[in-house]
């Protein structure tokens, strides 16, 4: 999570310097443009006003009725016999651009006492200082992406080292927190279980059901601080013999809860690579979420299987209560509550187990109806594939 935030800082600081210099550059740009077109519309000007009897600017070119300047052979194309016809026809101006011989000039044509005059500006050297400020400007974005990534990465880096630090200290609380009190729910959920089947009362099943719950909370609270923390050496990971220990551990309390559960799968090995802890309790938590939302007399199946010969796929299916598929993703929200079943959170569990397939490279989803049922599927990548 903190290299993430790092690399949106790091990405942040970098947009917004690459932007501003574009922006810079944008608006250089246009005032460089306008100060080449006044440039040119002044000096334009300037050589009509004095005629043929002086010698214009080395890009103007002008031509009257009496003559051109400067004398000599003038560029092909020279004058726009078009352009000065119809001024002479209309009497009015006519401002245009053209492309030739190389370049591009800005021309004008119009009558200057009584008489047609048409002059050409060059724009080869405007030309030149544009292209020339644009490789600067392209120079410069580099330059400004480069160091605004480093510098960025340097500063977001030490922005988020109290937060690191701050998330290091809880992730240990939480870890220290949930071994520690480990042991005194077991011993207490085992003495509540002693005291319901010494005295079977109400009462005492719901304390024996609320210390398993928070038992289940400190143990997810434990294996997230630890995915978190660090991330263990994976190691191979048979799949098949996971969801079978998974469904034993589980049955009893299906069968007290009037449940029926099946596991389906061949004899064949469904091994990825992974955290076997992490694995199993993805296994626990998605039966626990299918007994706690299926009324008795329903069924729960496990079924093992292999899709595009590269992943291991698990669905536990139940015929519960279901949700509605609009709902999906909020499912795997911590500390998510189904609006069904027995009132029970989807809480840390769900959330863990996408966190877990995550970790492995796999993925997720859930399918539901109201009324008629939930699937969970995870898929997870085969060491050979």
């Known amino acids: 999570m903190l290299r993430r935030t790092r690399r949106v800082l790091t990405v942040q600081i970098w947009a917004v310097s690459s932007l501003l210099v574009a922006v810079l550059g944008a608006l250089a740009w246009i005032v460089v443009l306008d100060g080449q077109h006044e440039t040119a519309e002044h000096t334009i000007g300037w050589s009509i006003g004095r005629g043929v009897g002086e010698t214009p600017p080395g890009c103007v070119w002008l031509f009257t009725e009496e003559g051109r300047a400067p004398a000599g052979t003038a560029p092909a194309g020279m004058p726009l016999t078009g352009s000065w016809n119809a001024v002479a026809a209309t009497r009015n101006p006519v401002d245009e651009r053209v492309s030739m011989n190389g370049t591009v000039y800005t021309v004008r044509t119009e009558i200057r006492d009584g008489r047609v005059v048409q002059a050409f500006f060059d724009e080869h050297y405007q030309i030149a200082d544009r292209e020339h ?44 927190a949930s071994h520690e009190l480990r042991a005194p729910l077991t011993r207490l959920h085992t003495r509540a279980q002693l005291l319901a089947r010494r005295d079977p009362d109400p009462e005492l099943d719901q304390l024996v059901k609320g210390t398993r719950e928070l038992g289940e909370v400190v143990e997810d609270l434990l294996l997230s601080a630890q995915l978190q923390a660090s991330k263990p050496p994976l190691e191979p990971v048979e799949m098949g013999l996971l969801a079978e220990e998974a469904v034993a551990g589980e049955a009893p309390r299906a069968r007290e809860r009037g449940l029926r559960i099946e596991l389906h799968r061949d004899e064949r090995p469904y091994l990825v690579r992974g955290v076997q802890t992490a694995l199993r309790r993805v296994l626990t938590a998605l039966l626990d979420n299918a007994i706690g939302h299926t009324p008795p007399g329903g069924l729960i199946e496990v079924r093992l299987g292999f899709t595009d010969g590269r992943h291991v796929e698990i669905s536990v299916r139940d015929t519960g209560v279901g949700f509605e598929q609009s709902d999906a993703e909020r499912l795997f929200e911590r500390f998510a509550r189904g609006e069904h079943g027995d009132g029970r959170r989807f809480g840390l569990g769900l959330a863990l187990v996408r966190e877990v397939v995550a970790g492995h490279g796999g993925t997720i989803s859930a399918q539901g109806v109201p009324g008629d049922g939930a699937t969970f599927t995870l898929r997870l990548r085969s060491p050979g594939a």
């Open 133 to 176: 400020l644009l490789t600067a400007f392209l120079l410069v974005e580099v330059l400004v992406v480069v160091i605004s990534a480093l510098v960025g990465h340097f500063f977001a880096g030490r922005a988020i080292r109290p937060l690191g630090e701050a998330l290091r200290r809880q992730r240990t609380f939480v870890a220290d």
